[in-house]
């Protein structure tokens, strides 16, 4: 679960690298999910990006199911 912290200026959350709770870069992206078909155009989805301030590990989740 991500928190925010007064003595930090950003979000932390639980790193599975790192193994505790460290700083994070979150951001929400628009990706393209099929990128060689002929609808690729319509094929863009909402994922949440974040990245450890620590040890720069990125992950992405898909934030529609639809």
Do not use: F, K, W
Not at 32 to 44: Q, V
């Amino acid at each position: 679960m991500a928190t925010t912290d007064d003595s930090v200026n950003g979000m932390t959350e639980s790193c599975d690298s790192c193994g505790i709770e460290t700083l994070h870069e979150v951001s929400v992206q628009i990706m393209t999910e099929a990128e060689d078909s002929d609808n690729a155009h319509y094929s863009r989805e909402p994922y949440r990006v974040r990245e450890c301030q620590r040890c720069g590990e990125r992950s992405s989740q898909r934030m529609n199911n639809a």
